[in-house]
C-alpha cells in the first residue's frame, strides 16, 4: 500500500484553503491545478481497472492504455467549465495548462512514493520529462481551443483531434521510456526539446488572439 | 516482419518531410489558418506511424491494442474533412446523391470487417472514413482549384479501404502482398495530398 490518497489529501488541502482565500483568476487557476491532481488520481484508478480487465501487465498498460486515458481525463474539468460555466477562450486555454501542470505534479509524487526519493539526478530528470510532457500536450489542446473557436463544430472537432495527437505523443514517450540505455534518455528529452517550440507557437497564437 | 517495417518507415519519412514542408508553408503564409489541417494530417499520420514502428522495432510485436496507433489515423482523417470544409459547394442542393456513395460504400465494408475487428474502432473508422469520402464527392461537384485536393482525398480514401480488405486475405510478409502495393500507393497518395492542397489554398 502506498497510501496515495493520504498523500493526495496533504496535497489538496492547503490548496483549498488557498482558492477559499482567493478570488478571480488566481482562483479559476487554482481550481484547475486541484482539478489536475484529482484526475491523475482517477486516472490511476481507470488504468489499473482496464489493465487487470484485459489481462495486460502495467508496463503494456502505460503504453497502449494509460496515455489515452490520461488525456481524456485531463480535459474533463475544462469541458465542464465550458459546459456549465460558459468559460471565456483565454481561461479555457489557461486551465487545460494548469490541469496539466496539476497532473505532472501528482504524478511525479506517485512516482516519488513507489520509487523513493534518494536518486536525485534520475528524480529531476524524470520530473522535467514528465511535466515537459503534459505541459506540451496542454499547450497543444490549449492552442487548438484558442486558434478554432471561432465555430463550434471546428472547435469540437480539433478538440477531439488534438487529443487524439497528444495521445499518440504520450505513448511514444511512454514506449520509449520504458525501455532500457539510450533510448530511455531519447525518450526523456524528447519532451524537454519539444517545449521550446509549443511555448514559441503558444505565444505567437496568443499574440494573434490579443490576448 | 522486415518487408512491413521498411513500408512504414518509407511511410513515415514521407510524412515527416511532406509535415516540416507543410510547417514552412504555414509559417511563411500570410493566411496561416488555411494550412493547420494539413500539417495536423501528417502530424497525427506521422505520429502514429511513429508509434507502430517503434513498437515493432522495440517490442518485436504488434501492439496488443491498436488504439493507439489507430487513433492517430482516425485524427488525420478529421483534419482532412478540416481541410476540405471550405471547399465544399455553399448551397446544399447542388451536392446531390453521388457523396452519399462514400457513405453507403463506407456502411457496407463496416459490416464487412467487423467479423475480424471491434464494434468500436470498425465504426470510428467507417464515420471517419465515410465523412471524407462524403466532403471529397462534395467538394468534386464544385469547379475549381479544391478538386486536385478532393482527388487526392479519395485516393486516400480508395488505397485505405483497399489495405484494409487485403489485410482481411493476408498474403504473408512479402511483396506478393497486395496489402504493401497499396500501401506503397497511400505513401505516394500523401505527397499528392500536399501538392494539390498546396494548389487549392494558395494563389
Known amino acids: ?61 502505460a503504453i497502449e492504455i494509460s496515455p489515452l486515458v490520461e488525456e481524456c481525463m485531463k480535459l474533463l474539468p475544462v469541458l465542464f467549465g465550458l459546459l456549465v460555466f460558459d468559460l471565456h477562450k483565454r481561461d479555457a486555454a ?3 495548462l494548469m490541469t496539466s501542470v496539476g497532473f505532472a505534479t501528482f504524478e511525479n509524487v506517485c512516482f516519488l512514493s513507489a520509487n523513493g526519493a534518494s536518486d536525485l539526478p534520475q528524480l529531476l ?7 515537459a510532457l503534459h505541459i506540451v500536450c496542454g499547450y497543444l489542446v490549449g492552442l487548438g481551443l484558442l486558434f478554432l473557436w471561432d465555430m463550434l463544430w471546428l472547435r469540437t472537432l480539433s478538440t477531439v483531434a488534438l487529443v487524439c495527437l497528444v495521445s ?32 514559441h507557437i503558444s505565444r505567437y497564437v496568443l499574440r494573434q488572439q490579443h490576448l | 516482419m522486415i518487408i512491413e517495417i521498411v513500408d512504414n518507415s518509407l511511410q513515415f ?27 495536423l494530417f501528417y ?24 488504439y493507439a496507433a489507430d487513433l492517430g489515423w482516425y485524427a488525420g482523417v478529421l483534419f482532412l474533412c478540416m481541410g476540405l470544409e471550405p471547399l465544399l459547394p455553399e448551397k446544399d442542393g447542388s451536392r446531390g446523391l ?3 456513395l462514400a457513405v453507403l460504400f463506407s456502411a457496407a465494408a463496416f459490416l464487412f470487417f467487423i467479423r475480424w475487428g ?20 462534395a467538394v468534386l461537384q464544385k469547379p475549381g482549384r479544391g478538386r486536385a485536393f478532393a482527388w487526392s482525398c479519395l485516393l486516400v480514401y480508395c488505397t485505405e479501404y483497399a489495405m484494409w480488405i487485403s489485410s482481411c486475405f493476408w498474403g504473408g510478409d512479402s511483396l506478393a502482398n497486395p496489402y504493401f502495393w497499396f500501401d506503397f500507393l497511400l505513401t505516394a497518395s500523401f505527397v499528392c495530398l500536399f501538392l494539390s492542397y498546396r494548389r487549392a489554398v494558395e494563389p
Open chain 2, 118 to 137: 471491434d464494434f468500436v474502432s470498425n465504426l470510428l473508422a467507417a464515420l471517419s472514413m465515410g465523412w471524407m469520402g462524403w466532403m471529397s464527392l
Open chain 2, 43 to 66: 502530424s497525427c499520420y506521422g505520429l502514429a506511424e511513429c508509434f507502430w514502428l517503434l513498437f515493432l522495432a522495440l517490442m518485436k510485436h504488434t501492439p496488443h491494442f491498436s
Open chain 1, 94 to 96: 489557461g486551465g487545460i
Open chain 1, 168 to 199: 499518440i505523443y504520450h505513448s511514444i514517450y511512454n514506449l520509449l521510456v520504458s525501455q532500457g540505455g539510450w533510448v530511455r534518455w531519447i525518450g526523456y528529452f524528447l519532451p524537454l526539446v519539444t517545449l521550446i517550440p509549443a511555448i
Open chain 1, 1 to 61: 500500500m502506498n497510501y496515495i490518497e493520504n498523500i493526495y489529501v496533504c496535497l489538496i488541502v492547503p490548496l483549498l484553503l488557498a482558492i477559499l482565500c482567493s478570488t478571480g483568476k488566481r482562483r479559476i487557476s487554482m481550481l484547475f491545478l486541484l482539478a489536475g491532481m484529482t484526475v491523475c488520481l482517477f486516472s490511476s484508478y481507470i488504468n489499473s481497472f482496464l489493465a487487470q480487465s484485459q489481462q495486460i501487465d502495467a508496463r503494456l498498460a
Open chain 2, 98 to 100: 453521388l457523396p452519399w
Open chain 2, 13 to 39: 519519412l514521407v510524412l515527416l518531410v511532406c509535415a516540416l514542408v507543410s510547417f514552412r508553408r504555414l509559417y511563411c503564409s500570410q493566411d496561416k489558418k488555411k494550412w493547420v489541417p494539413l500539417v
Open chain 1, 125 to 131: 530528470l524524470r520530473g522535467a520529462a514528465t511535466g
